[in-house]
């Protein structure tokens, strides 16, 4: 067991710190890093919960180091949103005494399955333990699609419009972000590509800029197609989930076929 201790200047001031065993499996792997589950320990009384601790490569560009910094600032108490809980930059020396930066996001861990994992029928655990909740569900997708869709919806609905009040929109709804966890919640998940709704008429050096598509092509509203930044907003994430709604409802979504054709209809 080797237990790596995790803490920034925000984590100082707060008489907080992070910590994982760094002998345990990754829960994932993806493109930006590996995610390790962990503890928040507050050190004035040595309380603790659990948490999930994004690992960013070292080598990543700076666009996506301000992306990642600007997810974990969205710090949202809500049952059907991830709760983001902080950005951890952490300094070592390098084998030239050269000063090296490290990027850490943490947020609440969540214990379930995917939506789109269920929808295809998976109904197990990241440890491969079958998730009552999740069963459920998809027993409901398969007897009672209305009722099924109803539900999702709801809970995913109540999470956007935290976010809007808060004044985010997401801009990545689909059922690979959405995640049923095993206490019965609903969750929609992964800010990365969130933005700030006064910000989007001005220059952002971490995101979107006019002319550029970023999002699922299946679930993106024109405007996120076309890179109208301008015209992004609250539409744009009931699009999405409009989408959601008729793939639950139909079978499929409206508009299926390799990217490009997608992207055309």
Request: hydrophobic share 40%.
């Amino acid at each position: 067991m080797a237990i790596i201790k995790l803490q920034g200047r925000e984590e100082l001031k707060k008489g907080i710190h992070y910590e994982f065993d760094s002998d345990d499996e990754p829960l994932g792997i993806g493109g930006m890093g590996k995610v390790y589950a962990g503890r928040c320990v507050n050190e004035r009384n040595m309380a603790s919960r659990e948490v999930a601790i994004k690992f960013m490569y070292d080598d990543l560009p700076e666009t996506v180091i301000e992306r990642a910094r600007r997810e974990a600032s969205i710090q949202i108490h809500n049952d059907n949103l991830v709760e983001m809980l902080g950005f951890i930059e952490t300094e070592s020396k390098g084998v030239l005494s050269e000063i090296k930066h490290h990027y850490h996001v943490v947020s609440e861990l969540l214990k379930g399955v995917m939506l789109d994992d269920l929808l295809q029928g998976k109904i197990t655990d990241h440890n491969n333990q079958a998730d009552p909740f999740a069963e459920k569900l998809h027993k409901d997708y398969k007897n009672d699609p209305y009722h099924f869709a109803f539900y999702i919806i709801r809970n995913v609905i109540s999470g956007v419009m935290a976010l809007h009040d808060a004044g985010y929109i997401h801009r990545d709804i689909d059922p690979t972000n959405i995640m049923v966890t095993s206490d019965g919640h609903v969750k929609l998940i992964d800010f990365g590509i969130a933005k700030k709704l006064s910000s989007l008429t001005t220059y952002d050096k971490s995101l979107t800029t006019a002319g550029q598509f970023m999002g699922k092509a299946q679930f993106a509203a024109p405007e996120l197609v076309l890179g109208d930044v301008r015209h992004q907003d609250r539409t744009t994430d009931i699009y999405a989930i409009g989408i959601i709604f008729f793939q639950f409802i139909v079978g499929h979504p409206p508009f299926e076929g390799a990217t490009h054709e997608v992207l055309d209809m």
